[in-house]
């Protein structure tokens, strides 16, 4: 949005001042900075109707290629040989596959519809009787690693400024405690001291809200009316917006997602709060008043946005905490200790989190750690943001009757809008294409968790806990660390025990999306691994469901194993299209009709959502160049299907400059185009038209993609680099001698981690081993 335009009229933008200078955009990167309507639009019928018959019409499509083209030239030709009918058995299976995918969007979608023309926004003021007396906890989990304090802080500044009374927010940093690095060694203490910052910078709003409620309850008590309280009701609404607006000006702003960040975060809980004041003031001019309890909800208010709890806490200081390098177990080390008090004891260089158990007596000297329990957890990915009223209305909903089923609720996260690259308008485009058709998935049952953001009721959770034995420590799994994306296997995991998930049908959280090609292959590579792992787990649940007779709908199946499953037949299917010369009697115009209702619905989504009606062509080759990465975590699964070990979680990179591509990934797409045009050439001798529109529309969005989205001068760059790292082997650091090491002695020996491990490597280390464990064996 304009910087003119993010306060309401009441308040002199002015203030903020122009804008900075923001850094160089591509030509073709999203020009609209303002997000999507927090509500989405109610569909037409005449949408709705369309998206009916899209469904219909792919369907008939389909029947009618199998019945027009496969079984006639079955019929027609008994005699063409065994080639031609492994040839339509195989092409059948693909466009079946993908035919099939492509019914299934338009299912979701069409059920979010439904879902948009039911929905209706709960009233503030009912949210207010709610929380009126509330007393109930919920505690934030945000995860880090490596992330950028600027990132992180934002984050934080987002959930903490929640309405919601009993707030906890941890921050679970898992960096390694003690790095050598310089430059990463700053950016961790800079990370620690995000909590005990943003806690300092609201203690002065939260004490004027809290003396603003504690005079309110003076003078009530002494007699005064509710026309006599509003003053000092809207005094207070006066202080808290103005505190919010000079935080904003002090906000540098360099990218789109700071510009969210002010503008929606902190200028639109501004702007409600402003909002409010206008219908206090309004009612003084006019000689009326709301009634007194009317009038302390909200002050309340005021005390819910500016009280929370602040917190780190790094897993990686304790021995008897998960080591797995992964989001999952960062979390799980936390839910683990949360409703006990915990003595830090120190076992040498080790120390251990024990229980602090009824009757145990502590010393003055013991350092006492304390995790609170809570009804709900809120987990929140480091690099996303959160709306003002996320944790009130997602958590209002779970406390209605009709939803005490479900364990997990969310909103998908839409992308941030004004995104200075090709490739991240791009992706934004898709991510809020997969925020209607989870929102779609919730009407028939089918809702998987997505993992940047959740609030998850902590008793879901310990009925599919997990306790495992590790190195003498017991070791607690909540949410499933087997494969990279675990929030999948989690939601198999909660529907076996007889729990469901949803999504709120709103947009109250946004998640930033990969700026460069390389830093987009290692999403999307992780993305695509995994799913086929947990098809099985998902049999298995539907077994015990039939067994428990609970309903199980055919769509909830249908949509899920889409989900699970379509990167892996989708991938597979592109590259059989792209590579294998099927017989042209097999093309029929009935295979794109079957597909137009897909493109067409996706197309006028696009422009839903803000993007462009022929970005599906652009979609297109973007997935063309994204094959190889869809393949490669494909393979990924299988690999890890045959080996048992588990894939190691690779994080996003979020860096300001460009991130190198892994050189196959980048040279694959020059290979589909080549592919491609020598097939349109074969295929033209053979007039083979069909083949030739094919394979010249995938040469040519593939040549746009690369260009577009890699850029030729960085896609050869990258393969230069991965050829160099191929050929290049690095010398071998040479052994230190062993005479290097100190001499162990009793005087040197740090006997306490000595007695404490007790094993022969230690013995070992201390007699001339590792320098790692001879560190530990010798002060």
């Known amino acids: 949005m304009l910087w003119g335009q993010i306060i309401l009229k009441t308040h002199d933008s002015s203030l903020l001042g122009p804008p900075p200078e923001i850094r160089k955009r591509q030509w073709g990167a999203e020009k609209r900075s303002e997000p999507l309507s927090i509500v989405h639009p109610t569909p037409s019928r005449r949408k709705i109707a369309w998206g009916r018959f899209g469904i219909v019409f792919t369907i008939l499509s389909w029947i009618s290629y199998v019945i027009s083209t496969i079984l006639r030239q079955l019929a027609n030709n008994p005699d063409v040989g065994f080639r031609f009918q492994f040839e339509a058995v195989m092409y059948l299976t693909v466009v079946t596959f993908l035919s099939f995918s492509a019914l299934m969007y338009l299912t979701a979608r069409q059920a979010a519809l439904h879902r948009f023309v039911a929905h209706h926004r709960v009233p503030r003021g009912e949210l207010d009787r709610h929380f009126h007396t509330y007393d109930k906890s919920i505690t934030t989990l945000v995860p880090s690693y490596a992330e950028e304090p600027s990132v992180v802080k934002k984050t934080l500044w987002s959930v903490a400024l929640q309405e919601f009374n009993n707030l906890t927010v941890v921050l679970l940093v898992d960096d390694q405690p003690h790095p050598t690095d310089p430059e990463a060694r700053e950016r961790l203490e800079q990370t620690r001291m995000l909590a005990t910052e943003i806690q300092e910078a609201l203690a002065a709003p939260l004490a004027d809200a809290t003396a603003a409620l504690d005079r309110f309850n003076e003078q009530r008590l002494s007699g005064v009316a509710a026309d006599g309280l509003l003053p000092l009701v809207i005094e207070a609404y006066e202080k808290a917006p103005r505190w919010i607006e000079e935080m904003a000006t002090q906000e540098s702003i360099e990218d789109h997602v700071d510009e969210f960040f002010v503008d929606s975060v902190l200028m639109g809980l501004s702007r409600e709060l402003r909002l409010t004041l206008l219908g206090l003031t309004a009612a003084k001019a006019q000689d009326q008043s709301p009634d007194a309890d009317r009038l302390e909800e909200f002050l309340l208010r005021l005390q819910r946005i500016f009280s929370v709890n602040m917190k780190s806490f790094e897993r990686k200081r304790y021995a008897n905490l998960s080591q797995a390098v992964n989001k999952a177990m960062n979390l799980n080390a936390y839910i683990s200790l949360m409703g006990q008090k915990w003595v830090v004891d120190e076992r040498g260089s080790t120390q251990v989190l024990r229980p602090v ?126 494969t990279v994306i675990e929030d999948t296997e989690s939601s198999i995991d909660l529907g076996t025990h007889g729990w469901s998930l949803s999504n709120y049908p709103e947009r109250l959280s946004y998640s930033a999306t990969p700026p460069d090609f390389g830093s987009l292959v290692v999403q999307r590579r992780r993305w695509a691994n995994g799913g086929l792992l947990i098809l099985p787990k998902f049999w298995r649940q539907l077994s015990e469901r039939k067994h428990r007779r609970d309903r199980i709908g055919l769509r909830e199946v249908l949509l899920r194993v889409n989900y699970m499953a379509s990167i892996a037949w989708a991938s597979i299917g592109l590259v059989f299209l792209l590579a294998y010369p099927y017989d042209g009697r097999l093309l029929s115009p009935l295979i794109f009709a079957a597909a137009l209702p897909y493109f067409l619905a996706m197309g006028n989504d696009l422009r839903t959502c803000g993007h462009r009606f022929s970005d599906i062509f652009r979609i297109y080759g973007f997935n063309l160049i994204l094959l190889p990465v869809n393949m490669a975590g494909v393979l990924k699964s299988l690999e890890q299907a045959f080996t048992g070990e588990k894939i190691p979680f690779v994080r996003t990179p979020k860096v300001r400059n460009r991130t190198a591509s892994p050189g196959l990934y980048v040279f694959i797409p020059y290979a589909i185009v080549i592919f491609s045009l020598v097939t349109l050439w074969r295929d033209y001798q053979e007039s083979n038209w069909g083949n030739v529109a094919f394979a010249a529309l995938n040469a040519t969005l593939a040549v746009y993609a690369i260009r577009a989205y890699i850029g030729f001068k960085n896609s050869f760059v990258d393969m230069f680099l991965g050829v160099v790292s191929w050929l290049y082997v690095a010398p071998r650091t040479p052994k230190k001698a062993h005479a290097s090491y100190p001499v162990a ?35």
């Open 357 to 482: 158990q009824d009757g145990d007596t502590l010393n003055d000297a013991d350092l006492v750690l304390e995790v609170p329990d809570s009804e709900y957890l809120l987990t929140l990915d480091a690099d996303s943001l959160l709306l003002r009223d996320y944790c009130l209305r997602l958590v209002y909903y779970l406390e209605s009757e009709e939803n005490s089923h479900v364990a997990v609720t969310q909103t998908p996260y839409s992308s941030f809008r004004g995104a200075s690259t090709r490739i991240e308008r791009l992706a934004g485009a898709t991510t809020d294409i997969q925020h209607i058709l989870h929102q779609g998935m919730t009407y028939y049952d089918a809702t998987f968790w997505v993992g940047a953001n959740a609030i998850i009721r902590k008793q879901a959770l310990l009925d599919i806990r997990q306790t495992e034995t590790v190195g003498g420590y017991e070791i607690h799994t909540y949410i499933q660390d087997r």
């Open 745 to 779: 002695t009793p005087e040197n020996t740090d006997w306490a981690t000595l007695l404490y491990q007790g094993d022969r490597r230690l013995d070992r280390d201390l007699r001339g081993g590792s320098d790692r464990r001879k560190r530990v064996g010798v002060k």
